[in-house]
């Protein structure tokens, strides 16, 4: 399994044909296929690139939404 | 555009421009959910089908009415709908309803509809909690909507078998008890 430390997640923003991904819980996820993700951006306000973690706890769904999509790696602190 | 009015919103904390990015891929998606109901709802024939066609037309045009409650608040915060209409569809804060591959199956036609209401939920409750205590205006409407939103969910979870929905369908040709206020 892939480790990403937060840096290399940011590269992953959904912009200019990039792949989405996006962290939970120490997991990262590749939501490049959802509809609700095009171009890297969930809802206006969320980004791909990025850790989701605490965004999650006042959102209107849970972890088990990105469980619909591959699991490709883990978040480490440093490289 | 109500300048005190998005003054207000904007001194309370939000992001006035996401917040009307927001609202307007919103409206996409209802309007464009009315588009796809109408296939649907087309579709619901037969035994089964049948049962369903009333509440699906009833979703169908309470989610027009969604759409046209939407649009005067996009305009007050100083938004637009977007000139071209494809480009409007292609925003929509939901995937596209549409016909499964075998419209017979009256299931995968449930969970098209149960999808389509659980994405709205998840949205309008985000709206709901953006706005709350800050934007009173965009919440109670946001809110309005949410309440219907949850009713379609109910109905078409009920039909899957998913447990009862705790209320009756709409009688009398009445639509939108919640939103019918804020219409035009």
Same mark, same amino acid.
């Given at each position: ?13 959904g912009r200019e044909g990039r792949p989405s991904y996006v962290a ?56 | 555009?109500?300048?005190? +009015?998005?003054?207000?919103?904007? $001194? ?5 421009? =996401? ?5 307007? /891929?919103?409206?996409? +998606? =209802?309007? *464009? *959910?009315?588009?796809?109901? !109408? ?10 089908? =049948?049962?369903?066609?009333?509440? %699906? ?18 305009? =007050?915060?100083?938004?637009?709908l977007p000139d071209d209409m494809k480009a409007f569809h292609d ?9 499964? %591959?075998?419209? *017979? ?19 309008? !409750?985000?709206?709901?909690?953006? !706005?709350?205590? /800050?934007?009173? $205006? !965009?919440?109670?409407?946001? %809110?309005?909507?949410?309440n219907e939103e949850i009713e379609h969910e109910s109905w078409f ?17 009445? *639509?939108?008890?919640?939103?019918? $206020?804020?219409?035009?």
């Amino acid at each position: 399994m892939r480790r990403f430390t937060r840096e290399e997640l940011r590269q992953y923003d959904g912009r200019e044909g990039r792949p989405s991904y996006v962290a939970c819980n120490g997991r990262v996820y590749d939501v490049s296929d959802s509809f609700l993700w095009r171009d890297g951006v969930h809802q206006v306000t969320h980004r791909a690139g990025t850790d989701l973690t605490e965004a999650l706890r006042i959102a209107p769904h849970g972890e088990e939404l990105l469980e619909r999509f591959p699991v490709v790696g883990v978040i480490v602190d440093s490289a | 555009m109500a300048r005190v +009015a998005r003054e207000m919103v904007e $001194r309370a904390g939000i992001n006035v421009d =996401e917040l009307v990015e927001l609202l307007v /891929k919103n409206a996409a +998606a =209802e309007l *464009t *959910t009315y588009y796809y109901y !109408t296939i649907l709802r087309v579709n619901l024939i037969g035994l089964e089908g =049948e049962g369903l066609k009333q509440i %699906a037309e009833a979703a169908r045009i309470e989610d027009r009415n969604h759409f046209e409650a939407l649009v005067p608040r996009i305009y =007050e915060l100083g938004g637009k709908l977007p000139d071209d209409m494809k480009a409007f569809h292609d925003m929509s804060a939901c995937p596209p309803a549409n016909l499964p %591959a075998d419209p *017979t199956d009256v299931k995968a036609m449930l969970k098209v509809l149960v999808e389509a209401e659980r994405c709205a939920v998840r949205g309008y !409750t985000h709206i709901c909690n953006l !706005t709350a205590g /800050k934007d009173h $205006r !965009t919440y109670q409407l946001a %809110a309005a909507i949410l309440n219907e939103e949850i009713e379609h969910e109910s109905w078409f979870s009920e039909f899957l078998g998913e447990g009862p929905s705790g209320h009756f369908m709409r009688e009398g040709g009445v *639509t939108s008890p919640f939103v019918s $206020r804020y219409l035009p």
